[in-house]
C-alpha cells in the first residue's frame, strides 16, 4: 500500500479492495459512496445503470432539481454524507453514479464491444500516447480514461466504441457490471489519484496528424497510476516492452522513495496480467528491470 496521499478521505481511505466477491447489498456500497462524497465528488445511487431514485418529472420536464424534490437523475448528485447514507438504507445495493462535469471530471470510456480499442490504437497512431491518468476497468472489460474537464465543450464521441461522458455520469467502482463483475479502479485500486489535464488533441477531431511519439518520448510519468495506464493501453508486440519501461520508471520512484517497491511490483504484476501477459513472463520483465543500469541523474 502506498501512503503518498495526504488527503485520503477518512473512511476507506480511498483504498478499494480488487474483490469482485464482495456481497451485494453489503455496507461496502455505501461505505465507498461516503469515501467519494469525502473525496469532494457528489455522487447518486444507480440501480444498473439507470438512476435508482424514480423520475419526479415527465421525460423532457426542465426540472433540474429546482423543486427540491429527488428523482433528476444524476442531477440529484451530492456530497451531503447524510442524504447519502439515507439513500444507501434504502437502496442498499444501489450501485454509484459519478457525474463527470460537475466533479470537474471528462472521462475517455472505451467499449471493446464496439471496436472501442482499434478507435484508441488510431488515436494513438495518430496523435502519440495517450497521458496516463486514473483510469477505471469496467466490469465488461471496457475502459474509463479520467481526466479533469478542461471546462469547455467536448465532442461526444471519438470514433467507434470510444465515446466521452462529459455532460453525463459514469458508473463507479465497486458497482456491479451487467456481467456480473465489478467495476474497479486500475492499478493500486485508489481512485484518489489526481486526474491529468484533458489532452487537447481529443477536444478537436480535424487537426491534423502528428508524427507518433516513440516509447522514449513519452513525457514523464510521475505517479505508479500513470505507469499502470501506460502498461494497460500497451498494443500487441509491445507489452513486454511497455512493462519494461513502466519498471524502469516505477524502479526511480522507488529509489526517489516516491513509492514502495511491493507495491510498484504488485501493480505492474496486475497490470500484466490485464494484458494477457503470463506471470512468469511479466515477472522476469520486472526483475530485468532491477537489473537494468540507472538512468543518469534519475536515482537517488
Ligand atoms: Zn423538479
Known amino acids: ?15 478499494f479492495p480488487n474483490d469482485r466477491a464482495m456481497g451485494v447489498g453489503s455496507p461496502v456500497m455505501v461505505a465507498h459512496a461516503l469515501a467519494y462524497a469525502q473525496h469532494g465528488w ?7 445503470k439507470t438512476p435508482a431514485i424514480p423520475r419526479v418529472h415527465e421525460v423532457g420536464h ?6 427540491g424534490q429527488h428523482g433528476h437523475g444524476y442531477h440529484d448528485a451530492t456530497r451531503d454524507l447524510d442524504q447519502i447514507s439515507a439513500w444507501w438504507r434504502r437502496y442498499p445495493s444501489a450501485g454509484i453514479g459519478l457525474p463527470c462535469a460537475p466533479n470537474g471530471l471528462a472521462v475517455v470510456d472505451v467499449d471493446p464491444r464496439n471496436g472501442g480499442r482499434e478507435t484508441l490504437y488510431r488515436l494513438e497512431r495518430d496523435h502519440g500516447t495517450l497521458p ?72 478537436v477531431r480535424a487537426e491534423p496528424a502528428r508524427p507518433t511519439l516513440s516509447l522514449e518520448s513519452v513525457r514523464p510519468i510521475a505517479s505508479l497510476v500513470g505507469l499502470v495506464a501506460f502498461v494497460l493501453e500497451a498494443r500487441e ?15 526511480e520512484l522507488v529509489r526517489a ?19 494477457g501477459l503470463p506471470d512468469a513472463e511479466a515477472s522476469r520483465t520486472l526483475r530485468s528491470a532491477e537489473r537494468a543500469p540507472h ?3 534519475a536515482s537517488a
Not at 495526504?6 to 476507506?12: G, K, L, N
Not at 508486440?237 to 524502479?251: H, P, V
Not at 522513495?257 to 494484458?275: C, E, N, T, Y
Open 1 to 15: 500500500m502506498t501512503t503518498r496521499n495526504a488527503e485520503t478521505p477518512r473512511v476507506m481511505a480511498g483504498a
Open 42 to 48: 457528489s455522487v447518486f445511487p444507480l440501480a444498473g
Open 62 to 67: 426542465p426540472c433540474r432539481g429546482e423543486c
Open 132 to 203: 496516463g491518468t486514473l483510469m477505471q476497468i469496467t466490469g465488461g472489460d471496457g475502459l474509463h480514461l479520467v481526466y479533469a474537464h478542461p471546462g469547455r465543450d467536448l465532442p461526444g464521441k471519438l470514433g467507434p466504441g470510444v465515446d466521452v461522458k462529459s455532460n453525463g455520469y459514469i458508473v463507479a467502482a465497486p458497482s456491479l457490471h451487467p456481467s456480473g463483475a465489478r467495476y474497479a479502479w486500475a492499478g493500486d485500486g485508489r481512485f484518489n489519484h489526481w486526474p491529468a489535464a484533458w489532452p487537447a488533441f481529443l477536444g
Open 237 to 251: 508486440g509491445e507489452r513486454n516492452s511497455r512493462l519494461f519501461w513502466a519498471a524502469c520508471r516505477g524502479l
Open 257 to 275: 522513495g516516491k513509492a514502495d517497491g511491493p507495491s510498484v511490483f504488485a501493480s505492474l504484476m496486475d497490470a500484466a496480467a490485464r494484458i
Open 295 to 297: 538512468r543518469t541523474g
